[in-house]
């Protein structure tokens, strides 16, 4: 995305995600205030929150006043998964030390970056955060009544954020094709090998709460599998508070590990490795999975930092 002229104003648009991913000091010389108004999925992978804190540093150092209006966070503020990102995968994808999944809302995040020292250097800005009226804690994004703009082309609906996290590691392999070139952005597991009915059966005899996996064959539109006859399931979150999104792709891992293991996913991709170790904050969940492709060996990792990172932000909630 290059810079640009607002046709309607003449005001400088000054991109973000080009050539650079911080304000400069010209972008920044002739404000007073910046003022974040965007609408986050509640994933740490979703870059607008590292956007966020990049932001957040240029304000404090060329000395700007910083302004958060609160939004929802679709998968409430209550659902929080996944490991805090360690040294060495730091990124634009996992930018601060968060866990994958945070449980706050933009403006409360914005605080913990402020006041936990998560900044670069540990500086801070003149931050003020414009709450929410009405928002709930326990609240789905429908449950809000407002409509959902979509806040990228992959993510069309309100409910689209929670299978953005359940499939969405799993789609950094770029092996198995996760609705991206089809109508069901994140809402799939797919490949031209698999066996649909075989693979849903295995999914449902799982017996995880909160979701159900129906067979499934399309042909995405574009992308890498463009063309391509593709099976798998479809993912069907029935009740996402129910479910732990996070760890639904890695079962299915073990699951298709079983079935397929003349299809390692990772042996057909190592060259992507790095991006799905970034994404998952560390590399200890892929190598400790690759040994025996079992979940309980990597759900200690994920479990690991939730409540200390949970304890530590309620200190900063701004909702019930």
């Known amino acids: 995305v290059t810079d640009a002229v607002d046709e309607a104003t003449g005001v400088p648009m000054y991109s973000l995600y080009g050539a650079r991913r911080r304000p400069t000091e010209e972008s920044m010389k002739d404000i007073d205030v910046l003022v974040i108004d965007i609408q986050d999925i509640g994933c740490r992978s979703y870059t607008y929150i590292s956007t966020m804190g990049y932001c957040m540093e240029a304000a404090a150092e060329y000395g700007k006043e910083f302004v958060v209006l609160d939004r929802p966070n679709p998968l409430t503020g209550n659902i929080v998964e996944g490991a805090t990102v360690k040294e060495g995968f730091y990124s634009g994808v996992s930018a601060y030390k968060i866990p994958y999944v945070h449980g706050l809302t933009i403006g409360e995040l914005a605080m913990v ?86 693979v849903a059966e295995e999914m449902n005899n799982l017996g995880l709460e909160g979701v159900i996996f129906r067979p499934v064959y399309y042909r995405p539109f574009y992308g890498a599998d463009e063309g391509k006859n593709v099976q798998g399931v479809q993912v069907h979150i029935t009740d996402f508070r129910k479910t732990e999104l996070m760890y639904l792709q890695f079962r299915f891992m073990e699951v298709h590990h079983k079935l397929y293991p003349e299809h390692d996913l990772f042996d057909k991709a190592p060259h992507r490795w790095r991006m799905f170790d970034i994404v998952c904050g560390t590399d200890e969940i892929r190598t400790k999975f690759r040994e025996n492709y079992s979940f309980e060996d990597i759900k200690p990792i994920f479990e690991h930092d939730v409540e200390e990172f949970r304890e530590m932000s309620k200190k900063y909630y701004l909702y019930k």
Do not use: Q
């Open 113 to 198: 970056y402020d006041e936990e020292g998560l900044l670069k250097d540990g500086v801070k800005c003149d931050l003020t955060v414009v709450p929410m009226k009405g928002w709930k804690r326990r609240m789905s994004f429908e449950e809000t009544g407002l409509s959902w703009v979509p806040s990228s082309p992959h993510i069309p609906e309100g409910s689209t954020p929670s299978y953005y996290v359940a499939t969405g590691i799993l789609g950094e392999l770029y092996v198995m094709n996760i609705g991206i070139g089809y109508t069901t952005p994140f809402k799939t597991y797919a490949a031209e090998w698999m066996d649909a009915n075989k």
